[in-house]
T-cell receptor, first 109, second 116 residues
Framework: EDQVTQSPEALRLQEGESSSLNCSYTVSGLRGLFWYRQDPGKGPEFLFTLYSAGEEKEKERLKATLTKKESFLHITAPKPEDSATYLCALRSGNTPLVFGKGTRLSVIA | DTAVSQTPKYLVTQMGNDKSIKCEQNLGHDTMYWYKQDSKKFLKIMFSYNNKELIINETVPNRFSPKSPDKAHLNLHINSLELGDSAVYFC???????????????FGPGTRLTVL
């Protein structure tokens, strides 16, 4: 069974303090690993899709990387507006998206 | 313009009632989904429709019945509501079928259902 585990559950950073969020997975035949951002009271917002180990994608202060066992979402010099829950999800075979439980990020000014 | 919209935003009702949640997308996508996010914020798929045809039906009680009148709309009807149905329900859409790897999904704002 496909599994997605995100860590830490919650992360508190000072503004400008860079860090990384982790998404570990076990899957047979990865077809895509997705990162989403979810603000309180809103639906998840798509950030990135990664398809193969070694792939990297960047958007503003965020950079997502992928290995055969995990994905990292690196946040460089975060700002308070980066505070949100970050969700990792994966696709394998013919199955629908399987989501992790998310990392709740708080960036303090 | 809202890409994926849901109504209502909040729904408070008594146990045993029947209620519906509506979803519309104006992105021209072929595939639409319903997800349930429980109190622990865990997001789990319930149904998927592709061009008005049911594709995915996860382990969901028969009391939940999706209906897709056209590919831009996917409604969720719930019969005989139970306390455990309380959650946030999200509608989503994607440009290609769920079998496609290129399956970025766009989510609606959610409907918070509270069953008393």
């Amino acid at each position: 069974e496909d599994q997605v585990t995100q860590s830490p559950e919650a992360l508190r950073l000072q503004e400008g303090e860079s860090s990384s969020l982790n998404c570990s997975y076990t899957v047979s035949g990865l077809r895509g690993l997705f990162w989403y951002r979810q603000d309180p009271g809103k639906g998840p917002e798509f950030l990135f899709t990664l398809y193969s180990a070694g792939e990297e994608k960047e958007k503003e202060r965020l950079k997502a990387t992928l290995t055969k066992k995990e994905s990292f979402l690196h946040i460089t010099a975060p700002k308070p507006e980066d505070s949100a829950t970050y969700l990792c999800a994966l696709r394998s075979g013919n199955t629908p998206l399987v989501f992790g439980k998310g990392t709740r990020l708080s960036v303090i000014a | 313009d809202t890409a994926v919209s849901q109504t209502p935003k909040y729904l408070v009702t008594q146990m045993g009632n029947d209620k519906s949640i509506k979803c519309e997308q104006n992105l021209g996508h072929d595939t639409m989904y319903w997800y349930k996010q429980d109190s622990k914020k865990f997001l789990k798929i319930m149904f998927s429709y592709n061009n008005k045809e049911l594709i995915i039906n996860e382990t969901v009680p028969n009391r939940f019945s999706p209906k897709s009148p056209d590919k831009a709309h996917l409604n969720l009807h719930i019969n005989s509501l139970e306390l455990g149905d309380s959650a946030v329900y999200f509608c989503a859409s994607s440009p290609s079928g769920y079998l496609s790897s290129y399956n970025e999904q766009f989510f609606g704002p959610g409907t918070r259902l509270t069953v008393l």
